[in-house]
Nanobody
Framework: QVQLVESGGGLVQAGGSLRLSCAASGRAFTPYAMAWFRQAPGAEREFVTG????????SYKDSVKGRFTISRDNAKNTVYLQMNSLKPEDTAVYYCAAGRIWSTLITGTGEYWGQGTQVTVSS
């Protein structure tokens, strides 16, 4: 059992930056790949970015490449999402997820999910 808690969301103007954090607790964090998803009102939840435990595999949604960066600090059991050059279309609830199977995690069926943190980008 792993618990994930997101933080760092808020309201920011277009072009601004935010850094989201996802703190994991419970069972060991080390073997889990981590990912970020987001869901805008009335939209499907979509994959944003993910990273394996070792960092050997990193993936980004095309629209966030060059703007968002995923990182993790395994000593702190925390994964981060640095979001720069934010756009109004980035507005969504952002969720972190964890799982042991990469293909399952990045398709939205990971084993563990946080409750989400709201990111709102004004024009």
């Amino acid at each position: 059992q792993v618990q994930l808690v997101e933080s760092g969301g808020g309201l920011v103007q277009a072009g601004g930056s935010l850094r989201l954090s996802c703190a994991a607790s419970g069972r060991a964090f080390t073997p889990y790949a981590m990912a970020w998803f987001r869901q805008a009102p009335g939209a499907e939840r979509e994959f944003v970015t993910g990273m394996t435990w070792s960092g050997s595999t990193v993936s980004y949604k095309d629209s966030v490449k060059g703007r968002f960066t995923i990182s993790r600090d395994n000593a702190k059991n925390t994964v981060y999402l640095q979001m720069n050059s934010l756009k109004p279309e980035d507005t969504a609830v952002y969720y972190c997820a964890a799982g042991r199977i990469w293909s399952t995690l990045i398709t939205g069926t990971g084993e563990y999910w946080g409750q989400g943190t709201q990111v709102t980008v004004s024009s």
